[in-house]
């Protein structure tokens, strides 16, 4: 892949990610908590934010591991979402773990 196209594919990708994550968050957050519905997985099953997200998000990656096993044939749309869900869950991953860091060290204070 070329340099430029590249890029194109970074910059596409960032739109989409900001998109979806806005119309995603009217649809799964609360008004005042965006990260409500891991934090309800979570108080449902006794496992950690993070550990909530990270069962929710695994038949994505299983998706993904699928199409580069080659037990599902990747198609330019299916790569498209798979990949796109992929990040967007590490970036909900990452809110996770940065509040749960930030309620650690405010206990710290204490």
Known sequence: MKTKDFDSLVVERCE?????????????????????????????TGRTWEQALWGIYMKHWVSVQDMVEGALKPTKELIDEKIGDSINYHILLEALMLERLTEENKDKDI
């Open 16 to 44: 989409k990610i900001k998109k979806l994550l806005s119309s995603k968050g009217k649809e799964y957050a609360s008004e005042d908590e965006r990260l409500h519905n891991f934090k309800a997985a979570s108080a449902a």
